[in-house]
């Protein structure tokens, strides 16, 4: 990656919001019958997900991975599936962000930032799978969907009891991270993202594994430690730290 591709990212996230607004703009003159389908708020909202579209598009280039776009683009059809935005919304929408790019985005690598641009409105078009994470190759998919299961009917408690009685046969605890909280936390992600769960629920289920991965350091914390150290932080704005958590929990039971 060169440092003009670097510098290319960085611009487009500080312009972001004004881009933004262009979009918006054409895209409710193309369209003005978006206005009366999903009202002022909803104006405010696409202008919100047209920054967000760019901002990850943006990381896409200063990293040099387009399946970051790619897979939000992904991402973001199906999430928008469930509020009534139809994939032609999203086409036309994507096209005037590359339109919007073309005419007002100024930089020696702007053909790398269109060229994502590209992929995106490309994956668009494809047929998405979305088939659930707990599944057979799962040695413990028995387990996690009963202990998802507590977790959706609020029982925290019985889903805690669940963990320990799993520790008390002798399950170990990465096998735990590895095959009930990652993985639950992976269909938490797929149910809401469908809308087969609330925005709440969501909220409530990570905040009790947050809960029950604390309860449980008291088993395996403190168990020697090969006088290394490690720093884990999110990046940037990002603020879902549950899967970065578990990682660096993993490094510290090795040492």
């Not at 409710?28 to 760019?54: C, H, N, V």
């Not at 469930?82 to 919007?100: A, V």
């Not at 100024?106 to 799978?129: F, T, W």
């Not at 990465?174 to 639950?184: A, E």
Request: proline share 2%; glycine share 8%.
């Amino acid at each position: 990656m060169s440092i003009q591709q670097y510098t290319a990212g960085e611009s487009l996230l500080m312009q972001a919001g004004d881009l933004a607004e262009l979009v918006i703009n054409k895209q409710y003159e193309l369209q003005p019958d978006l206005l009366l389908r999903f009202g002022d708020s909803g104006k405010a909202k696409t202008k919100q997900d047209s920054i967000y579209s760019l901002n990850y598009l943006a990381e896409s280039v200063i990293v040099n991975s387009p399946i970051l776009f790619t897979q939000y683009v992904s991402w973001l059809k199906k999430l928008l599936e469930g509020f009534g935005i139809t994939q032609e919304d999203l086409s036309i929408h994507f096209g005037l962000i590359q339109e919007t790019l073309i005419e007002h985005f100024h930089h020696p690598d702007k053909s790398v930032v269109l060229e994502h641009m590209n992929l995106g409105l490309q994956q668009i078009a494809q047929q998405e799978q979305y088939a659930s994470f707990i599944n057979d190759d799962n040695p413990f998919s028995t387990d996690v969907a009963q202990y998802l299961e507590y977790l959706l009917a609020g029982n925290r408690r019985q889903a805690l009891d669940q963990i320990v009685h799993l520790l008390d046969e002798g399950i170990t605890i990465r096998h735990i991270y590895k095959y009930i909280f990652q993985i639950s936390q992976y269909e938490l992600g797929r149910l809401w993202h469908e809308g087969k769960i609330t925005v709440g629920q969501e909220h409530f289920c990570t905040a009790a594994i947050q809960f029950i991965i604390s309860s449980l350091y008291p088993s395996w914390i403190g168990n020697g430690s090969k006088g290394h150290s490690l720093v884990a932080a999110c990046v940037g704005s990002e603020q879902h730290e549950i899967g970065l958590r578990m990682l660096a929990d993993l490094f510290e039971m090795d040492g």
